[in-house]
């Protein structure tokens, strides 16, 4: 008998599950018909490894920082040689826009190599000069096989972008391109490219229509960092949220305005999210935290008379279970009757907001609007509030506080337990509405 010969294996084309054996019926996912046969697996002895020392000496390589500074921020400060990135968002954000512009601002350290599934040679290109950003050391090609691109490189380069994942294949397994298990196995093959070269590599992922990453959760966690795009599919302002980042903070976010010539960054979004002068009732202003960055948001509610049907919750950028239990809180502790209204809440500028540090100025504005009383100008509602009707401090005040003072902001209302100067600190809601009615510190 042959000593080492190769067997097949067979892998399940949904779920992943392995077997040296077909199966019909696979009892892992219990899906039939799924076993696809993966070429060249080999089940020999494996080779051995070297450990090293943890206190061996290390050369850290340092980030590099290109001219797009709202990029390398939602980075972490630049890209790390190495690094894997999975960048997602819906059809029409402007991913592969986004990442042509990096691109070239990489390829002004070294060579850099973006590879389409979805688009022509001749079609990039001629995006590229429709953006302005041609470089000669910025290479296109349209070849889908990742084998065949990462053999065809002979220097190291600097970063590797594919768009998308969805539509790249490898050698060796007979399942169709975009499937599961092909995506797997290709981000395997770049995971590890990347590691033993240090060099970056982008991916370009598609979204479902429930707004999650397409493809198994797996691939999430093998890569590195994942930035969504994110935006209202009519508006050219757009979002990059960080979701994760082994090298960096993870809710961190560039805004950027999509235009002809591109997508232009936005240094300064507090000015562009949030309307200071506003005096109309059911406004109120608040400033949240995203990663290193604090940022003034408005918070805008309109309650109407609804004695017809059941009254309708309506949140848009904020969580519809938080705003039912803060609408509870105002008709609680503040005397307000929602039983026949309408509510509709909305953060202006598309943000999705999770701070916990805007509870007190969602309240504050559901106030204003069921009562028709507008807030002063210019001024901010920071801190959480519980179910008992008190108002707690948050994270990072200071911070926050900082960029009231930058923007102009008269009065901060905060909670009592905030060991600082210059805010009106408030215990209850109760205390927190009347002093921004009244003024009192």
């Known amino acids: 008998m042959k000593q080492g010969k190769d067997k097949k294996t067979y892998i399940c084309s949904n779920c992943g599950y392995r077997s040296n054996k077909w199966f019909g019926k696979c009892p892992q996912c219990e899906e039939w018909n799924t076993a696809v046969e993966i070429e060249g697996a080999s089940f020999n002895a494996p080779s051995t490894t070297n ?95 990742v084998d065949e691109v990462l053999a065809s490189i002979k220097e190291k380069p600097v970063a590797l972008i594919f768009d998308s994942i969805q539509t790249v294949h490898t050698t060796g397994m007979n399942a169709l391109t975009g499937s599961i298990s092909q995506m797997r196995e290709c981000v395997v093959r770049l995971v590890e490219y990347a590691k033993s070269s240090d060099t ?77 002068e506003s005096e109309e009732a059911g406004n109120a202003i608040s400033i949240v935290v995203e990663g290193t960055r604090s940022l003034m948001i408005n918070i805008q509610a309109l309650t109407t008379s609804n004695r017809k049907s059941t009254p309708i919750r309506i949140a848009r950028g904020f969580e519809n279970t938080r705003l039912l239990m803060l609408t509870a809180l105002v008709s609680n502790y503040l005397g307000v009757s929602f039983e026949n209204r309408d509510v509709y809440l909305n953060v202006l500028g598309g943000l999705k907001i999770s701070d916990p540090g805007v509870d007190l100025a969602v309240i504050a504005a559901l106030y204003s609007s069921a009562k028709h009383i507008a807030f002063p100008s210019k001024t901010v509602f920071v801190g959480e509030v519980g179910l008992d009707g008190k108002v707690r401090s948050v994270q990072q005040m200071q911070m926050r506080i900082t960029e009231a003072k930058r923007l102009g902001v008269r009065r901060v209302i905060t909670s009592h337990q905030f060991e600082g100067d210059g805010v009106a600190k408030a215990k209850t809601v109760k205390d927190a509405i009347a002093k921004a009615l009244s003024g009192d510190e």
Not at 97 to 106: I, K, R
Not at 202 to 217: L, Q, Y
Not at 249 to 257: H, Q
């Open 51 to 145: 450990f090293k020392s943890s206190t061996a000496s290390v050369d850290v390589q340092e980030r590099l920082v290109t001219s797009m500074k709202e990029m390398d921020r939602v980075l972490g400060g630049g890209l790390t040689p190495g690094s894997v990135i999975l960048v997602a968002g819906g059809p029409g954000m402007g991913k592969s826009t986004l990442l042509l512009e990096y691109a070239s601002a990489l390829a002004k350290v070294g060579d850099v190599y973006y590879v389409s599934g979805e688009e022509s040679v001749p079609q990039i290109l001629s995006r590229v000069k429709r953006l302005g950003v041609e470089n000669d050391k910025l290479f296109l090609s349209s070849t889908v096989n």
């Open 200 to 276: 970056s590599v982008f991916i370009i992922g598609h979204i479902t229509k429930g707004g999650n990453i397409a493809g198994p959760m797996v691939l999430e966690h093998m890569v590195d960092t994942v930035l969504y795009l994110e935006g209202e599919p009519r508006s050219g302002r757009r979002i990059l949220r960080a979701i994760k980042n082994r090298f960096g903070p993870t809710e961190e976010i560039a805004v950027y305005e999509m235009k002809k010539n591109g997508m232009v960054e936005i240094s300064d979004p507090s000015r562009i999210f949030a309307d200071m």
